[in-house]
């Protein structure tokens, strides 16, 4: 292995009996502790041997255990990743935030996404949960059921229909037709524009029917104007 990273599994091992290192590739390194002994490591790398810089926590759910992955960088490009395990029936860690200070969000999102304690955190803090979020419920944990849709679909759907009931078309058409004249389905002919069907002679006959008799309103009407000359034409004649 190449030396600058030699040195480093020398020294964390001299250090630590209960742990173990392995280099993995150049410049990227893999670390195992306990839980009783993890944060003095966590020391040692930032204040002894430069890791001085966390890059992200991973949280895994093992089945049988939990695991947390300190990934911390170094000034000079190295990658150390810093693993702790406890029981999944017991899923107690401690937080490294007085160590990297900017590790609180990561913390957070283990602890609320996998259900885990890490003492030294604020309780009140559920990110990056939404609000709402039902308690006891890990979305990252293996043995999660999400939720079935039918269980939340049933009264949504009584709602839509109780609110949508009142508009339904029925009650439309209720309301129209007593606002609607007598012996016309829409508007009286007085009303309907020009060139519309209701205002043609056939629609005049259909809504008259004292027209229907002499044929269309206009014939009638011509009818009316031819007798009155024929009653002048013979009064001209008699004279």
């Known amino acids: 292995m190449p030396q600058y990273e030699e040195d480093i599994v020398r020294l964390l091992t001299e250090r630590f009996d209960t742990i173990t290192v392995e280099v993995k590739r150049e410049r990227r390194l893999w670390l195992e502790s306990p839980r009783e002994g993890f944060l003095d490591v966590l020391t040692f790398l930032s204040e002894e041997l430069g890791f001085s810089f966390l890059s992200t926590i991973t949280g895994l759910d093992l089945g049988d255990k939990f695991q947390l992955i300190y990934h911390i960088a ?29 590790g609180m969000l990561y913390e957070l999102e283990t602890r609320n996404l996998l259900g885990l304690t890490i003492l030294g955190l604020p309780d009140d803090i559920r990110y990056p949960l939404p609000d709402g979020w039902p308690e006891g419920q890990y979305p990252l944990r293996k ?8 269980d939340t679909s049933a009264d949504t759907s009584a709602d839509t229909s109780a609110d949508t009931s009142a508009d339904s078309p029925a009650d439309t058409s209720a309301d129209t037709s007593a606002d609607s004249p007598a012996g016309s ?3 009286s002919p007085a009303d309907t524009p020009a060139g519309s069907p209701a205002a043609s002679p056939a629609g005049e006959a259909a809504a008259n029917p004292a027209n229907a008799n002499g044929g269309s309103g206009s014939d009638a009407a011509t009818g009316k104007t031819t007798e009155a000359k024929a009653e002048a034409s013979g009064q001209k004649g008699g004279n």
Do not use: Q, R
């Open 74 to 102: 170094h000034k000079d490009g190295l990658l150390m990743s810093a693993k702790v395990t406890v029981p999944h029936e017991n899923p107690v860690f401690d937080t490294a935030t007085e160590i990297f200070k900017g």
């Open 143 to 150: 043995d999660w059921v999400k939720a079935s849709p039918a």
């Open 185 to 187: 389905p829409t508007d």
